[in-house]
């Protein structure tokens, strides 16, 4: 494996190692800021992942059909 170095202000190192402090107190060993990085990493992967996008026609049939039911139509559509 192959590294290569970073800049990062003063201020995101803190905020990394805070991270680094964090992951360690929970899985009790020392944690790189690389693996930090890597955690990092895969949670915006998975919470990308994990958006819903939303259907704007459906929006669009309910700006026609609005009745009394309308607030459960538009939960419908925005969470599934």
Request: glycine share 4%.
């Amino acid at each position: 494996m192959t590294y290569t170095t970073i800049k990062v202000t003063d201020d995101v190192k803190r905020k990394l190692m805070k991270i680094a402090g964090e992951l360690k107190a929970e899985k009790g060993e020392d944690i790189s800021l690389n693996e930090v990085l890597e955690f990092l990493i895969t949670f915006y992967e998975n919470n990308k992942q994990n958006k819903k996008t939303l259907n704007m026609a459906a929006f669009n049939n309910l700006i026609t059909k609005m009745n009394k039911d309308s607030s459960e139509k538009i939960d419908d559509v925005v969470y599934g």
